[in-house]
């Protein structure tokens, strides 16, 4: 009988993921900065932002052209920069420049769903959550752990059969293993860590 705990652990110790920066707002902007774009291009225009405004408070007086060229290395450069300035802006009137740590909160932000707040709950409060984005949603049915058709359900499956433990850690080692080796297409099955257990593997 097959152990989904132990065999996220694998992917875990062999895909770890760090977390450079743990301050609950710059996570936040990091992660709203991510949707549809790279790694690299996320952190390069969250580098750019932070160099140049220091705070929630500077950044919920801006406009949103002041953010355009900072945000453009992460694509979708006008909507991102209307989303971080309109959230900004709540975070300071409401909750006096503290980003809120529930879940409930988070998603009333604009530009925050159920992944990006779950990465925030994790990376910046230590709060167990599990994000879902594509390569965890991809993964987790092409090993059979779970059968779902969209990432809402795949969290709330995930939640049932994984230890809350791993909540938080299973979705930057996913996404590690997802771009190295259980990629959507040319999958490298050889090299994977559960080769000998994936239903899905193709060798």
């Known amino acids: 009988m097959r152990n989904f705990n132990e065999e996220a652990r694998i992917i875990i110790k062999n895909y770890p993921y760090y977390h ?6 710059v996570v936040l902007v990091s992660t709203v900065l ?3 774009t790279t790694d690299e291009n996320k952190d390069l225009a969250t580098n750019k932002i932070f160099k140049k405004y220091k ?6 007086n801006l406009i949103p052209e002041d953010l355009y ?7 979708m450069y006008k909507q991102k920069s209307e989303r ?3 959230l900004s802006k709540i975070i300071v009137e409401k909750y006096n ?19 990006t707040a779950n990465v925030v709950l994790y990376v ?15 993964i987790a049915n092409r090993l059979k752990w779970i059968n779902t058709k969209k990432p809402e359900e795949s969290e709330f499956e995930l939640m049932k059969i994984l230890k809350k433990e791993l909540w938080g850690p299973i979705n930057g080692s996913m996404v590690s293993f997802g771009k190295q080796t259980c990629k959507p297409i ?6 994977c860590p559960l080769k000998n257990i994936c239903p899905s593997n193709k060798y």
């Open 97 to 115: 420049g503290k980003v809120p740590n529930t879940i409930e909160s988070l998603i009333e932000l604009p530009g925050v769903g159920r992944k």
């Open 20 to 25: 450079e920066n743990r301050d609950p707002y």
């Open 124 to 138: 910046a409060f230590d709060i167990p959550a599990l994000a879902v984005d594509t390569h965890v949603h991809r």
């Open 34 to 36: 991510s949707q549809r």
């Open 186 to 191: 040319n999958t490298k099955c050889l090299e």
């Open 55 to 60: 705070n929630v408070f500077e950044i919920s």
């Open 84 to 86: 971080i300035i309109k």
């Open 69 to 75: 060229e900072l945000v453009k290395p992460a694509g």
